[in-house]
């Protein structure tokens, strides 16, 4: 009996710590006051514009922060990315979708299957090698992979899911 009970802090502690999460996530978006960078709309639950939720770039930078450091095709020696990886911004969001389709500015479009929203994979870099990049530079959003950590990110695939100056997505149901 007094073992069984000795568990109970433990759990309680779990649960507090399960809710405090899911607390966090059902805070409301905040309003961009600064530029807004990135649309995300379709198959999400929290939104700050009508049916989108729209980000700044400090809004983004609030975010769960990831990077790593890769060679890409489009660029000359080691690169460092920094920004927050797709799968958080779309938890974030409250995304249920299984695949997405993304925009750049150019009007480029890709579809992004949900294998990619997984942690080691699609990145949403707003900075390369510790500076912001610009329009010119693929920037202020270009999406990313860990090219050198897999074959698979070193194909035609993913170098066509690498899209910069992102600016919108579209999640799908
Ligand atoms: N914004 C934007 N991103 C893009 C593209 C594009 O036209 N615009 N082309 C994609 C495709 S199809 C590939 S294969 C690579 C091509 O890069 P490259 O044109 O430098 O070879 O970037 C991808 N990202
Ligand atoms: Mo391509």
Redesign the pocket.
């Known amino acids: 009996m007094i073992r069984k009970f000795a568990y109970l802090p433990c759990v309680c502690g779990v649960l507090f710590a399960a809710f405090s999460a899911s607390s966090a996530i059902s805070e409301p978006l905040p309003i961009p006051d600064g530029d807004v960078v990135l649309i995300v709309e379709g198959n999400i639950e929290k939104t700050n514009k009508g049916d989108f939720a729209e980000f700044d770039l400090a809004m983004l930078r609030s975010l769960d922060s990831a990077g790593f450091e890769t060679e890409t ?2 660029t000359e020696g080691l690169q460092q990315f920094a920004g927050v990886e797709l799968g958080t911004l779309l938890t974030h969001v409250g995304s249920k979708g299984v695949s997405l389709s993304a925009y ?1 500015a ?1 009007e ?1 479009l890709i579809d992004i299957p949900a294998e990619d929203f997984e942690s080691g994979a699609a990145l949403i870099a707003y900075e390369r090698n510790g500076a912001p990049m610009s329009v010119r530079d693929k920037g202020p959003l270009w999406l990313v992979y860990p090219y050198d950590k897999a074959v698979r990110f070193r194909s ?1 695939v993913y ?2 899911r ?4 992102l600016d919108r997505i579209e999640v799908h149901r």
């Open positions: 095709i489009w750049a150019n480029y035609e170098y066509a690498s899209i910069w100056q």
